[in-house]
């Protein structure tokens, strides 16, 4: 079963960057696919970003330019850097990671870690 600990959320205003860690336990990481999501309350939880076990990179289009994800198997993490922060980019982010690449972009996982809050201000 996998397991997540996400960090690095916090509060920036509009125009920062903040640089989001997520440590995966319980799997084999280095041959496992990972994603970031975000939700804001009262929303459906929405795909961010993913990156295969080779280290391919997709975003949401919206997102395109300004989020990057990155993977560290020595430390079995993952990293969203979010750029040119927006309002609306101020949400719950989270984590996860599965061999299911199809999984990964549904967000389709029966368990979640915490989240990390980042809130943006105007």
């Known amino acids: 079963q996998v397991q997540v600990i996400e960090s690095g959320g916090g509060l920036v205003q509009a125009g920062g960057s903040l640089r989001l860690s997520c440590t995966v336990s319980g799997i084999t990481f280095n041959i496992n696919h990972a994603g970031w999501y975000r939700q804001v309350p009262g929303k459906q939880r929405e795909w961010v970003a993913a990156i295969t076990s080779h280290g391919d990179t997709f975003y949401a289009d919206s997102l395109k330019g300004r989020f990057a994800i990155g993977r560290d198997n020595t430390k079995n993490t993952v990293i969203l850097q979010m750029n040119s922060l927006k309002p609306e980019d101020t949400a719950v982010y989270y984590c996860?990671?599965?061999?299911?690449?199809?999984?990964?972009?549904?967000?389709?996982?029966?368990?979640w870690g915490q989240g990390t809050q980042v809130t943006v201000s105007s």
């Open positions: 996860n990671a599965g061999r299911n690449y199809d999984s990964i972009k549904a967000g389709n996982f029966d368990s």
